[in-house]
């Protein structure tokens, strides 16, 4: 992963991808430098017009601890370090993606997340996802990849031109259809699973999805690496019920935005007439509190929860349990 600085603030840019195996990442090779991406990306302050250019280095990318723009550390290894110079933190580079989790480097410290998290770290499941698993939501309504990406560009128009976060991005499903469309200037494929990135660092390198403006980074949905206010828009394809605490995530999701920054979403629904029967609702929660997924909440949880996040205009379109959501952070 090579890096440009400009000031104080730090670029990462994907460097060369090539074949690695499903368990481990490569043995990086020496980085090179190289310009950053379009050298400009959209203005995301809170005030600017979103037409205006500003240099990508203004501090999207943030310490997910305090928030703070993190900076390029000198380093003695071949590969990049990252710090915040408030938390003194260093996020590193693998060659593959930036780990930019909060427990990224830690040598003792673990912790187990609930089995929707966890489940889509394993390699196995990495692995197959996009060769079986991902084509079995079609059963749930998905309406399948091309045309999810179809509807999904239809709500996000507001952030043309602008950066675009594929969050909970897979092994890269859309990340890829985002980069190949050049119509954002940056598209940052985020996921907490590492399996899963190095599934999506793989598919980019087999399909030569061009790589200029895309960026692989772990981090998790309730904790994003980025400065307040400074991204246009914020996709989620079928993650929303597999995240262990959707308005944690969603309020996080709001935070990144810019005012009129979209967010759009696909997920599975459950709000049928059986969904207002008091021993159903139970069941649903206690199997959620069970299983840690979201599972099966109702288009008006949905609604309220973004309202509750600082979202407004919600709109949705449904064909069975599947629904694709999209809502606005408020101007
Ligand atoms: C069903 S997959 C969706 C992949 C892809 N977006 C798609 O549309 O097919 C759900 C993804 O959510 C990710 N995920 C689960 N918990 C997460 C968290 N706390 N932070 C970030 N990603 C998370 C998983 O690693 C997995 O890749």
Redesign the pocket.
């Known amino acids: 992963m090579a890096t440009a600085t400009v000031g104080n603030s730090v670029v990462f840019l994907p460097s060369r991808l090539t074949t690695t195996s499903l368990s481990r990442p490569p043995i990086p090779k020496q980085q090179t430098l190289r310009p950053p991406f379009s050298a400009g990306i959209r203005a995301s302050t809170a005030t600017a017009a979103p037409t205006e250019t500003v240099p990508i280095s203004n501090g999207t990318f943030a310490c997910p601890i305090c928030y703070y723009p993190l900076i390029r550390k000198e380093s003695v290894s071949e590969l990049p370090d990252f710090e915040c110079r408030t938390c003194k933190k260093g996020y590193f580079s693998n060659g593959l993606y930036v780990d930019a989790t909060v427990t990224g480097g830690s040598e003792e410290y673990g912790e187990t ?2 089995s ?2 966890e ?3 394993t390699p196995l499941v ?1 692995f197959l ?2 060769r079986g698993w ?1 084509q079995k ?1 079609i059963w749930g309504g998905f309406p399948g ?1 091309e045309k ?1 990406f179809e509807m999904a560009k239809d709500y996000l128009r507001p952030a043309i031109g602008g950066a675009i976060i ?9 990340s890829r259809m985002f980069a190949k469309s050049s119509m954002y200037s940056l598209v940052v494929a ?4 590492e399996n ?1 990135l190095r599934q999506c660092y793989e598919f980019i390198n087999q399909e030569d999805t061009p790589k200029e403006n895309l960026i692989l980074v772990r ?4 904790r994003l690496p980025f400065r307040s206010g400074s991204i246009d828009a914020v996709h ?4 929303l019920h ?3 605490s959707p308005s944690a ?1 969603v309020a996080e999701i709001s935070r990144v935005l810019r005012p009129g920054g979209v967010f759009v979403a ?1 997920t599975a629904i459950f709000d049928g007439i059986f969904s207002w029967i008091p021993l159903v609702r139970t069941l649903r929660q206690t199997l959620a509190s069970v299983s840690g997924n979201k599972f099966y909440l109702s288009e008006a949880e949905l609604k309220d929860l973004c309202k509750a996040c600082g979202l407004v205009d919600f709109i949705c379109q449904r064909n069975g349990p599947f629904v694709i959501l999209s809502a606005t952070k408020h101007n």
């Not at 985020?190 to 699973?193: K, N, Q, V």
């Open positions: 997340r609930p929707s998290t489940l889509f770290r990495s996802y996009e991902r939501f990849p999810e594929d969050a909970s991005c897979g092994s890269g499903l859309f985020l996921d907490f699973s899963m981090a998790d949905v309730s989620a394809g079928a993650a597999c995240w262990p995530a696909t």
